[in-house]
């Protein structure tokens, strides 16, 4: 059971698993504010509220694990800060932007040269190889295509798949799925990093390694990152823990 106090601060976890990074913090703007954020799906009687009224600071240089059981509203709170899905009430500003007044190509082009998005369940595009899905980010932000192929095999070496980056996600495990996932997701150094159960299909050795790489890369100045996770092993890399339940923040909301 977590800790109930109002933010749960890793101040003691393993110096191995921290950066001298993390400590920073804006002064003013914080990487992701929501205000009041309600989810309403369904319509008519079948209305369902998965979120009721949300509010969430994020810092800059932050590493932040979302917890709580399933169902409390976790997916959907993370799909809306990274401009995937649309809250009925509230307001959320992602990296100084409010994300209400970005819409179509706008809201496209914010996405996909400031956030990195880790699905749950990989998302991978079947018809292309490893490679090929890790260079996606890029290539849509105007790289050449053998430039970005080039990276995406260098990204591909650091969370240990230099030998499978010509396989197609068929031929991949769920595991070695969810590091290309990760790969792709990390490739264009995102500024906000959202991740969901990024280490749920992996072994000890391949979560650990692949939160150091997330710690490494992606909380910087600058940079937060925002993890859903159920992986009690993987607690000690959050800076905050932010607990969930029935849609609603119960701890840890503010930093």
């Known amino acids: 059971m977590l800790a109930t106090s109002t933010t749960v601060e890793r101040v003691s976890s393993p110096a191995a698993h921290r950066s001298p990074l993390t400590t920073y913090r804006s002064p003013t703007t914080a990487a992701v504010s929501c205000e009041g954020v309600t989810k309403e799906f369904g319509a008519n009687g079948t209305k369902t509220l998965a979120l009721r009224g949300v509010d969430l600071r994020v810092e800059s240089g932050e590493l932040t694990l ?13 799909s809306i800060v990274a401009g995937l899905l649309n809250p009925t009430l509230g307001s959320v500003a992602v990296l100084g932007s409010e994300l209400a007044e970005l819409s179509g190509r706008r809201l496209v082009e914010f996405r996909a040269k400031n956030i990195g998005f880790v699905f749950q369940q990989y998302n991978l595009l079947p018809a292309l190889s490893a490679a090929e899905n890790t260079a996606v980010p890029l290539i849509i932000n105007g790289w050449a295509r053998a430039k970005a192929i080039a990276k995406a095999r260098d990204m591909l070496a650091t969370v240990g798949l230099e030998k499978r980056s010509n396989s197609y996600p068929a031929q991949l495990s769920g595991g070695e799925q969810q590091r290309v996932a990760i790969a792709r997701a990390l490739i264009h150094e995102p500024r906000l990093l959202v991740c969901d159960e ?25 940079r937060a990152v925002i993890i859903v996770t159920h992986d009690s092993r993987v607690f000690d890399f959050g800076d905050r823990i932010v607990e969930m339940s029935d849609g609603r923040i119960t701890a840890g909301g503010k930093p």
């Open 66 to 78: 979302l917890v709580g059981p399933s169902g409390c509203g976790k997916t959907t709170l993370i």
């Open 198 to 222: 990024p280490t749920s299909a992996l072994d000890a050795q391949s979560g650990q390694t692949v939160m150091e790489l997330i710690k490494q890369v992606a909380v910087q100045p600058g």
